[in-house]
């Protein structure tokens, strides 16, 4: 891998991350298209905690309540956060851990990727055919937004898209929706580069400046996905994120098929 290639690609993990358009379809075409083979999951193990690192520092006073709230019995409000939390990051971990060999064969496959994305484009419409809600967070909404995010462990289905939609559907006021999707990333990215943590092990010491490079470029940009995707959802234009999204899913099919 040379610099440009860690380049484009810590741009694509650190702007498709947050956005609703599944970072992980992104890289299998990008990586099909540069053709850049990565040496095992190092790499991605990487630009994830680029990205990580990045809703850490945007969130940082949030989080530092939720810290404070597991030693203060009289934080309520943010004890009942971190309860959501767990709650809401259980789907994803079992059905990760328990297809995680079915879904490693998935993600060298471009095609279904190219189709899993248009899906994700027919999810991100789903808000326009409802009105928004003005709810806040509850144990039922968390739960559904816990199998939302379930969903999207499929490379191509957005996981922010799948969890900021399905809790708009169950009646969440956007922005808090759009918050709590944030919120619930960080067990996520965060146990998955734990389970893959000891392939950093394997890095070749050749890859390590552009791969460090490729990190710092993913938290930069992931760090820009954040505000599009809250300024996004507080204006109402998630369809146009589900254009792109069949955009890039057509184009993935019409290159891989011909």
């Keep these: 891998m040379n610099y440009i290639d860690a380049i484009i690609l810590g741009i694509i993990q650190g702007l498709t991350e947050f ?30 905690i680029g990205t990580l690192v990045s809703v850490l520092i945007y969130f940082r006073a949030r989080i530092w309540r939720l810290v404070q709230a597991l030693f203060n019995r009289e934080m309520i409000g943010e004890r009942r956060m971190l309860l959501f939390l767990v709650i809401g990051t259980i789907p994803a971990g079992f059905f990760g851990l328990l297809f995680k060999d079915l879904l490693e064969k998935t ?18 419409l789903v808000p326009k055919l409802f009105r928004a809600g003005n709810k806040g ?8 937004m816990g199998f939302g995010q379930a969903v999207a462990i499929l ?13 708009m559907l169950a009646g ?18 965060g146990g998955a580069s734990l389970l893959e943590a000891k392939h950093l092990l394997e890095l070749q010491s050749a890859l390590v400046l552009p791969y460090m490079v ?34 890039i899913g057509a184009f993935g099919l019409y290159h891989f098929l011909s």
């Excluded at 609703?20 to 299998?28: F, T």
């Excluded at 967070?137 to 559904?144: A, D, H």
């Design 137 to 144: 967070l509850s144990l039922g909404s968390t739960i559904i």
């Design 107 to 124: 993600f060298s496959n471009p095609v279904e990727t190219s189709v899993e994305l248009i899906i994700t484009g027919l999810i991100l």
């Design 155 to 167: 490379p191509g289905i957005s996981r922010s898209g799948t969890t900021i939609v399905s809790g």
């Design 172 to 189: 969440v006021k956007p922005s808090e929706a759009a918050e709590f999707s944030f919120l619930l990333s960080i067990p996520a990215i």
């Design 214 to 247: 490729a990190t710092l470029v993913s938290f930069l940009f992931g760090l820009l996905s954040v505000y599009v995707v809250l300024a996004t959802v507080k204006r109402g234009k998630f369809d146009y994120f589900a254009y792109y999204c069949f955009a």
């Design 19 to 48: 956005l609703p358009v599944s970072s992980s379809g992104h890289l299998v075409l990008a990586e099909e298209l540069l053709k850049v083979k990565m040496p095992g999951v190092t790499f991605e193990v990487l630009i994830h």
